[in-house]
């Protein structure tokens, strides 16, 4: 699903989805750890959830924006740096940051210790763009720029450097 939400009709039948704290689908992206905790698949592809893990001084993706989706961060522990276009914002535990289509961020830890964050993806669309980089590190390709830029475009993102 690369351009168009499925689903969006509302299940007949709905299924309570329950995800507990040693379950979800891990992704594991250099000194990053992700934890699918809801994919879209139990909400008709409207919203996706992930549990991050920043290592310490951990430098986020190149500065993107999304263009058919809200990304959503809210902080547990630790600080992280949000970069928005050229302004620079330090999120203490607490904090949530909601980035709406075509506005370009990045974030990174750059601290000391390990940073966690829930994110939101409404709708579900990016959460492959992080299955397909962990592919391709197990596949022994390289996490370059351009392969992260190229993966970026398949979900509707693109970097910041690139016109509005």
């Given at each position: ?112 210790q390990p940073a966690v964050m ?47």
């Amino acid at each position: 699903m690369t351009e168009e939400a499925k689903g969006t009709e509302p299940q007949a039948d709905p299924v309570i989805s329950v995800v507990g704290p040693l379950d979800g689908e891990t992704i594991v992206l250099g000194t990053t750890r992700m934890r699918v905790l809801e994919d879209g698949s139990h909400t008709g592809h409207r919203l996706a959830i992930a549990e991050s893990v920043l290592a310490p001084h951990t430098q986020g993706p190149p500065q993107h924006r999304h263009g058919r989706h809200d990304e959503g961060f809210y902080v547990l522990s630790g600080t992280v740096r949000f970069t928005v276009g050229e302004e620079d914002y330090d999120a203490a535990a607490g904090t949530l940051v909601m980035v709406p289509p075509g506005t370009p961020h990045t974030f990174a830890n750059l601290t000391d210790q390990p940073a966690v964050m829930l994110s939101t993806f409404t709708p579900d669309l990016y959460v492959q763009y992080f299955r397909d980089l962990q592919e391709s590190l197990a596949d022994g390709r390289p996490l370059t720029p351009q392969a992260n830029v190229d993966a970026m475009s398949r979900y509707a993102t693109r970097p910041a450097t690139d016109p509005a």
